[in-house]
DNA sequence: CTGGATCCAGTACGATACTG
DNA sequence: CAGTATCGTACTGGATCCAG
């Protein structure tokens, strides 16, 4: 596939596809859950420590839309107290890789952002 | 840099990189606008008729905010009628990559995720 | 032609309180 | 422990009208 093709990827289906999948890890809270949830899977709790800043209600509301999504499984245990973990499935794997190619550039150029948004306010004064 | 500290990335600064990235690109019209203007450089007009579906409050914003954000630069002739062209700076040029890399995923796993949707949601019946 | 200004609906998110 | 319910706020995006 060419690069001009691949680029069409981006616009095809008048870009459905990828919003799909930006409306989901667009949100604030999702990508950070699934970077959590790759190192092992994990506890309610355990996962709400580990994200800091995530509230009880937007822990729960990322976890369930991840788990619609497939990209997510939930497992709950029938013990007192209850027990439920959460892992990334295999789907949820294969995600890793393309967000961590944009991690890697936005890390990278995140000084030349700022840099460009103070050069650009500066001189609307 | 091994595949764990890459996984990092994502967390780094408590995701605060990514975060700025995902704010950008996240929006509904950013990536879009991006991959359009990949092509050529474009009038505003023509880039409006070029994404569909875009208003034209929403054209002027999406560009405002990637040229303060240093990927897209403008420049205007003094013209009349005036004629304005916008073009991906370097750094714009850069984001292609990683952000093909994500629509390659999204157009790949777009219908495994609508069918974990379908599912999800006849469960919950 | 290239936008800016205004109004409005929907919703993402946070804080807090409550429950099996 | 693992959530749900409720409320309030702030922001996003669309429609429309106006201006240099």
Redesign the interface.
Known sequence: MSR?E???????D??R??????DR????WA??V???L??QRMRFTHLQQRV??ISQRMLSLTLRNL????LVSRTSYPEVPPRVEYELTP?GR??????????????E??P??G???RQ??SRQT
């Open positions: 001009y691949k680029v069409c990827l981006i616009r095809a008048g870009g596809a990828i919003r799909r999948i930006l890890i667009g949100d604030k990508l950070l699934i970077a959590t790759h190192e800091p800043g788990e619609r999504d497939g789907m294969t995600l890793i890789e393309p967000a961590v190619a944009l991690a890697e550039w936005a890390v150029h995140d030349d952002i840099r460009s948004q650009y306010d």
